[in-house]
């Protein structure tokens, strides 16, 4: 390889490991759902024209996404990922890709399943606010105040490139500072933990390099106040709001929340199998299997009654020996993930024996919209003094994995690795790790007295995800008066409507009422409705509008006519006293079943509630008045024979 090819290796990828390299290659053919969902939006530059990869290693890690012309990172995180040591553990990594100069964006599985439009808007944003196409990249001579020239990013040989000697250029550190080899416990990163993305990798560079480059910090830095001051967009956009997860890993009960949760997402992660042993005595040795990896299942839209209790069974990882109790949820009839096998112990009438491992949990006696079955623990093999490893449980996209001899199986995402057999000398077998890994399998040597346990399997695990939609909220309304007993059809603006169980007008009137879109709603003014604001409720709350809806009173009026020889004569009278709406009032009438005439105002009394029509002859006469508010009344057939 040609130092120029190294170079732009090393940029590339901060430095990472040929063994980061392979690994990433195995993660791409094995995505999960939601990753693919996203790849196929982001490939072939279809978002910006911006060129990113997938299953990317970057210094220590794996990332998801990468664009390098933004130093970009994303990453879709599954429900484990909510649980407090993976999402510390999480954070850490994060920390240390931006002290390197690459900005990291997470989303959860259901964000890139169901809003994808809005995680795409999200990525364009930020993508937007990082202008410049490459930030300075921390200089390979140790030096770190200057930046890569860019004939170096390109490939090119040029002034830098001569002045650097070595075959691989030191690895940034990721405290920063630039004194210290990365620590041992960060070289390791052996999958553990349930950890996939960004996996921790051995990394054989040592930290000769200083970041302090001030240009990479102010850009970094805006970058960062940005993403705090916007960090509620994808709330207001609809990303997550109101998601919560809870994880169990001991059995309990789920008490459905009251605030509009009606269906469960549900993830449940079967029991590792024990790894076989070998019990204390002199005459029983040999090697004994690993235990087998629970197996997982997940079920969407669980149906549930807010304020109701569900049982939740977790299984109990195997001591050595004994096989991991499965997992689920509700019943096991809802969702249910099955416990792995035990490896197999070393028995009384066979020393030097090498024993079968347990099997994994199998899929085919899952239920659930989707599972996977756990990865086979190992034999152990008594010839090559190792105990065999246990299989790892599954996961969110993959069966888990068959351990390979002693090496416990290499969990696929979301699920937990199997612990290593005993190899080498007597022992006991390693445990499996959280979610579901099958423990390893005992090694006793001959002439030995006291016994071998297999590791244990680890516990299973049960994973509830919900959305509590946000409280509807209205914004305005129109019209906003109307007269009482009208049945005026009013329309109301705002969010979250969707599923609206009640509108009401002040003085609890409730209305009839149509939702026609989740923004608006339309309601039919209630005959005892008065002025006062309207609510609108949905399981999720009640959202009551800040504003008055105004009820006019209706003007309510008595008639009384002249004598009858009056109209005769051709000067009947009509008196009208009104009442109540809103002055000044005006009033109109027909004779007979003639038409009405115009609208007059009252203005013949200096008491304008009071009005005299005169002049009339005989005949039956309609009046009707109305008031300021146009509230209209009428009365009929007073008669002036």
Not at 283 to 296: E, I, M, N, P
Request: charged share 15%.
């Amino acid at each position: 390889m040609s130092y120029k090819e190294t170079t732009v290796d090393w940029l590339l990828h901060l430095g990472a490991s040929e063994e980061l390299l392979r690994r990433a290659g195995a993660l791409r053919r094995v995505m999960t759902e939601a990753e693919r969902v996203l790849w196929n939006e982001l490939r072939d530059r279809r978002l910006m024209g911006l060129k990113f990869r997938r299953q990317h290693p970057l210094h220590l890690y794996i990332a998801d996404f990468y664009c390098h012309e933004l130093r970009l990172a994303i990453e879709v995180d599954g429900g484990i990922h909510e649980h407090e040591d993976i999402r510390e553990h999480d954070e850490n990594r994060d920390a240390e890709l931006e002290r390197l100069g690459v900005t990291v964006l997470r989303f959860t599985n259901n964000d890139v399943m169901e809003r994808t439009d809005i995680v795409l808007e999200r990525i364009r944003e930020v993508a937007e606010v990082i202008n410049t196409p490459h930030p300075p990249i921390p200089s390979p001579t140790g030096e770190g105040e200057d930046e890569i020239p860019l004939s170096l990013r390109k490939g090119e040989r040029g002034e830098v490139a001569e002045a650097i000697n070595a075959p691989h250029p030191p690895t940034p550190s990721p405290t920063g500072e630039g004194e210290d080899e990365i620590p041992l416990s960060l070289r390791r990163g052996g999958r553990g933990e349930g950890a996939h993305n960004l996996t921790p990798i051995l990394n054989h560079h040592k930290i000769s390099l200083k970041m302090k480059n001030p240009a990479t910090h102010s850009h970094r830095a805006s970058l960062k106040l940005y993403l705090l001051l916007t960090a509620g967009f994808l709330c207001l956009a609809g990303i997550s709001w109101g998601q919560t997860t809870v994880t169990y890993t001991a059995s309990g009960t789920f008490t459905v929340p009251p605030a509009g949760v009606t269906s469960v997402n549900v993830e449940t992660w079967g029991a590792g199998g024990g790894g076989g042993g070998i019990a204390g005595n002199q005459s029983r040795w040999g090697a004994a299997g690993g235990g087998g990896g629970g197996a997982y299942a997940k079920k969407i839209n669980i149906a549930v009654v807010p304020g109701n209790s569900y049982t939740v069974t977790v299984g109990t990882g195997g001591t050595s020996g004994v096989a991991g109790t499965d997992s689920w949820f509700l019943n096991i009839t809802t969702v249910l993930a099955k416990g792995g096998s035990a490896g197999v112990n070393v028995p009384n009438d066979a020393p030097g024996s090498s024993q079968a491992g347990g099997n994994g949990g199998l899929a085919s006696q899952c239920i659930g919209d989707f599972v996977y079955s756990g990865g086979n623990g190992a034999s152990g093999n008594y010839a090559s003094l190792y105990g065999g490893g246990g299989g790892s449980s599954a996961g969110s996209s993959l069966d888990g994995t068959t351990a390979t001899n002693a090496t416990g199986g290499i969990a696929p995402q979301d699920g937990g690795d199997g612990g290593n057999g005993r190899a080498t000398t007597s022992g006991v077998g390693s445990p499996g790790v959280i979610y579901g890994g099958g423990g390893g399998g005992a090694l006793k040597l001959p002439g030995e007295n006291p016994g071998q346990n297999g590791g244990n399997g680890a516990n299973g695990t049960v994973v509830i995800t919900y959305t509590v939609s946000a409280a509807p909220t209205i914004t305005s309304f129109t019209p906003t008066s109307a007269c009482a007993g009208t049945g005026t059809s009013v329309t109301i603006t705002g969010t979250n409507f969707t599923g609206a169980t009640a509108v009401t007008f002040y003085n609890g009137q409730s209305a009839s009422y149509t939702v026609n879109t989740s923004t608006q709603i339309t309601a039919t003014l209630p005959s005892g409705a008065t002025t006062g604001p309207i609510s609108v409720t949905t399981p999720s709350g009640t959202g009551t509008s800040s504003t008055d809806f105004t009820v006019n009173v209706l003007p309510t009026f008595t008639v009384l006519d002249s004598d009858i020889t009056c109209f005769n004569a051709g000067n009947g009278t009509i008196t009208i006293t009104v009442t109540g709406g809103a002055m000044p009032y005006e009033y109109r009438y027909k004779k007979d079943s003639g038409s009405f005439g115009s609208w007059t105002s009252f203005t013949d009394d200096d008491d304008d509630d009071v009005e005299i029509i005169g002049n009339l002859g005989p005949g039956v006469y309609t009046v009707e008045i109305r008031d300021a508010n146009g509230c209209e009344q009428t009365e009929c057939t007073v008669s002036g024979p």
